[in-house]
């Protein structure tokens, strides 16, 4: 089933046209990872599709309700009732963790699905705890985000993200601000998610890790869709000149 179409999104700012005519589907349980270099339109897409940024013209369609309508070469939202019911269907984790720095683990984790999506404080409570266990960090509910090293704020904002019990789990680099030891603790975590069919969009420098937990791969260069395919396709045996280049650059 697919759960996010995006057709023909574009976005300028000023004379800079940074997202060119950029189309692909993401299907559930499935894992797609966007590569390329700074300045390609990776993280602009990725603001784009969680309404962080309004596109220009395109069209996006979430779980079959249509967010994003192109009229006339200029894109449409829904009205706000409508985006707001569709907003739910994903999560976006940032690389700077965006957590709230005055709510201890345990509050951050709890405080949208309460007032949100209306669950309870009891139930919330309970599943917090089990996505804290999850995540390996237990005993630390009642710590706050500077107690925390950076991988474990990370992991707060997964089991954040996750609480709302998405369709979608957005990354936009989700290891950039981490060290290498506590990349590797991220990457696993990502890996789990991926083993139980979670569908993810992870923006990623992570080559290695692009290519075991991806379905799908886009490389994105200069504002366009370059190369996209299985990870065999775009990362081992690409025939894109752009696709070689990048990857020679990064040693993989």
């Known amino acids: 089933m697919k759960v996010l179409e995006v057709n023909g999104i574009r976005k300028s700012f000023g004379e ?30 990725l603001r784009c599709i969680s309404f962080l940024e309004n596109a220009d013209s395109g069209e996006m369609i979430y779980c079959g309700k249509t967010a994003v309508s192109d009229k006339d ?23 700077s963790f965006n957590l709230f720095p005055h709510y201890t683990v345990m509050k951050n984790i709890t405080d949208a699905p309460i007032h949100v999506l209306g669950v309870s404080r009891e139930e919330m409570e309970k599943e917090a705890k089990a996505l804290i266990q999850k995540m390996g960090l237990e005993g630390r509910e009642n710590y706050y985000p500077h107690q925390l090293s950076g991988g474990q704020q990370q992991r707060v904002a997964i089991a954040r993200a996750l609480a709302m019990k998405p369709k ?3 990354f936009d680099e989700p290891t ?24 993810m969009i992870i923006v990623t420098h992570e080559i290695d890790f692009a290519r075991s937990v991806s379905d799908h791969v886009i490389f994105m260069d200069g504002g366009i869709i370059a190369d996209e395919g299985t990870p065999e396709e775009v990362i081992d045996n690409s025939d894109n000149e752009r696709t070689k280049a990048f990857l020679q650059k990064l040693g993989s």
């Open 73 to 95: 070469g200029k894109a449409h939202y829904a009205p706000k009732k409508e985006l707001h019911e569709i907003k739910k269907t994903f999560s976006l984790v940032f690389q």
């Open 16 to 45: 800079l046209e940074v997202l060119k005519n950029i189309s692909f589907t993401l299907e559930e349980g499935q894992v797609l990872s966007i590569l390329g270099p700074s300045g390609s339109g990776k993280s602009t897409l």
């Open 168 to 170: 979608m789990l957005f």
């Open 176 to 199: 950039s601000a981490l060290d290498p030891e506590l990349t590797a603790g991220i990457l696993r975590v990502l890996k789990e998610l991926a083993q139980e069919k979670m569908t």
